[in-house]
């Protein structure tokens, strides 16, 4: 691997040149794909250049060692362990440096959630959920926008669409897309029966504008009264927003904000958003890699965790990783399970390297 180190040693280079012209500030996707290789190459080449001055340290060691007799002996020993421990530690640090990056780590993230199956139960587990990723971006440090909630009849979510803003946050985010199913009583169950229900989640990479270029004449905009729970009316003027992209037939609506201004805006945001993984998913189909780079086996049709709340369990079913401490979970406790679905995801790529 070291023997790459001139390669890139000389991109990184080349990076940082291009990124001290000052013309850059005019092509702001260029910039911005400048600055995500000038951090992965940074990282990149001083992890080479610790592991070749790991390597030295080992030779040095044995060369003492094989000149040394008693305890001067026994010392260069346990440099050469030493030496030998740091550099096969540097040596899987660079191997999953040097694995395949994603092209969407790094973007700030768009998540809806939405009821399911199970009717106002699945209304609210949404909410679960949704309180669960707040307080989950809270503890990592993350900045949350939401673009639009529609609240049910008893405090629940019908939907909910937000941002979120963090330099790592679709890496840990990213495996939280599919239906995520709930095992409890309901509040309206009389009778102290389970139920299962379920919510869905979907988890976006955020487009930007220069990436993904829509044609005003695709669109067909229709604006409307936003309603609130029960179908009152929350707004006397037409500020909701749906807009339908006629080529692919998306539809997406914006009600949150009370000037249509800003609904068109946050609608076109997730429009890009969704067209962006079309022309993603689109791509990998081609190049059959999708299910490769997948977590599991299933794909997003199939449930990916369970939330059982008699048991204080949480089942991700795609990892088969079982922990019980749901409270902890919906408190925003997730690195665990999202830690080992980062691994899989690593163990996966190194197997198939």
């Known amino acids: 691997m070291l023997e790459r180190l001139p390669e890139f040693e000389a991109e990184y280079e080349d990076v940082l040149a291009r990124l001290a012209d000052p013309s850059i500030g005019n092509d702001p996707r260029q910039l911005r794909d400048l600055s995500r290789r000038h951090k992965e190459l940074e990282n990149l080449v001083r992890t080479m250049r610790e592991l070749r001055g790991a390597e030295d340290d080992v030779s040095t060691a044995r060369e003492l060692h094989g000149e040394s007799t008693g305890e001067e002996r026994e010392l260069a020993q346990q440099e050469i362990e030493a030496a030998e421990s740091r550099a096969a530690r540097l040596e899987d640090e660079l ?19 939405r009821g399911a199956e199970g009717g106002e139960e699945a209304n609210l587990f949404a909410k679960d959920l949704y309180d669960m990723y707040l307080r989950y971006a809270d503890r990592r440090g993350w900045r949350v926008e939401v673009l639009d909630l529609r609240e049910s009849d008893l405090n629940g979510i019908d939907s909910v669409t ?13 495996h ?29 990479p955020e487009a930007d504008e220069v990436e993904i270029e829509i044609d005003p004449n695709d669109l067909r905009v229709d604006v409307y009264r936003s309603t609130g729970p029960g179908g009152q009316s929350v707004n006397t003027t037409d ?18 904000e ?20 079309l022309e993603q998913s689109r791509q990998d189909a081609e190049l ?8 599991g086996s299933g794909g997003r049709s199939e449930k990916i965790r369970t939330y059982n709340f008699k048991e204080n369990r949480v ?39």
């Open 315 to 353: 089942t991700d079913h795609r990892i088969n990783l079982t922990l019980y401490k749901l409270d902890r979970i919906l408190m925003g406790d997730l690195d665990e399970i999202v830690d080992a679905l980062v691994a899989d995801e690593r163990i996966r790529q190194l197997q198939s390297a």
């Open 95 to 113: 191997r999953t440096l040097l694995l395949p990056k994603d092209p969407n780590d790094g973007r700030n993230v768009i998540v809806e959630i």
């Open 176 to 204: 939280e897309a599919g239906p995520h199913r709930v095992q409890r009583v309901p509040v309206t169950e009389s009778q102290g029966r389970v139920h299962t229900s379920s919510a869905a989640v979907n988890v976006l």
């Open 239 to 256: 500020s909701a927003v749906r807009i339908t992209h006629l080529p692919t037939g998306l539809v997406v609506s914006m009600q949150d």
């Open 162 to 174: 937000f941002v979120v803003k963090g330099e790592d946050a679709w890496q840990r985010l990213k």
């Open 258 to 277: 009370k000037s249509q201004i800003q609904n068109r805006a946050r609608a076109m945001q997730v429009l890009r958003a969704r067209l962006y993984e």
């Open 288 to 295: 059959a890699v999708q299910r490769k780079a997948q977590v």
